[in-house]
């Protein structure tokens, strides 16, 4: 099985479930995700997922006509992949978000997941970076000043992703600490 249609495989999946969620909660209050990642500025899941699907189209027919240039596949798998993992872990903390109060009230929750929080705000804090520095050593290597410009905007959206990261962080180190004081 070509790498193709794994991806097409894992997106056919994904198509079914995004549906499916998209059918029970409806339209979220705002855009699911970042316009680096996806273009669509969806409020749903569905369209996401179609607009991977049609990246690995356009890849497919590209390589079938023989015009697929390695730099291109390289960013557009890169890119695919990425969109992947954003809507797994979007399926997969439906859940966690579902039984979450609506209010803020983190001093209301065990102590124990905010520490699991903590954890996995450090884990994306240190992946954020790692792809932030893989960004910039990129951006001082490359030719073209399109290429330039369009790595400039993702080192932009990087640094956010990762100062609103590190601000989690903190919040949620208070947090712990409060509670900790108060026993």
């Known amino acids: 099985m070509s790498d193709l249609a794994r991806l097409e495989a894992i997106i056919n999946q994904l198509t079914t479930e995004a549906a499916q969620i998209d059918r029970q909660r409806g339209e979220a209050s705002r855009p699911l995700f970042d316009e680096q990642l996806f273009r669509c500025r969806s409020k749903l899941l569905t369209p996401c997922v179609d607009e991977i699907h049609s990246e690995i189209t356009a890849l497919r027919k590209e390589r079938q006509a023989g015009k697929l240039l390695a730099s291109r596949t390289q960013h557009i798998c890169e ?8 809507v797994q872990r979007e399926l997969a903390t439906l859940k966690i978000r579902k039984n979450e109060p609506q209010r803020p009230g983190s ?28 960004k910039e050593l990129l951006f001082s290597h ?8 369009k790595l400039q905007k993702e080192i932009l959206a ?3 992703r990762l100062s ?20």
């Open 79 to 86: 890119k695919v992949i990425a969109q992947i993992q954003a």
């Open 107 to 134: 001093w209301r929750r065990p102590i124990n997941e905010l520490y699991q929080d903590l954890s996995q705000h450090k884990d994306w804090e240190r992946r954020l970076a790692a792809m932030l520095r893989d």
């Open 142 to 149: 490359c030719s073209t000043i399109a290429e330039q410009q």
């Open 158 to 160: 990087l640094e956010g």
């Open 164 to 183: 609103r990261c590190r601000t989690a962080l903190v919040k949620i180190e208070k947090s712990i600490s409060h509670r900790e004081r108060k026993g």
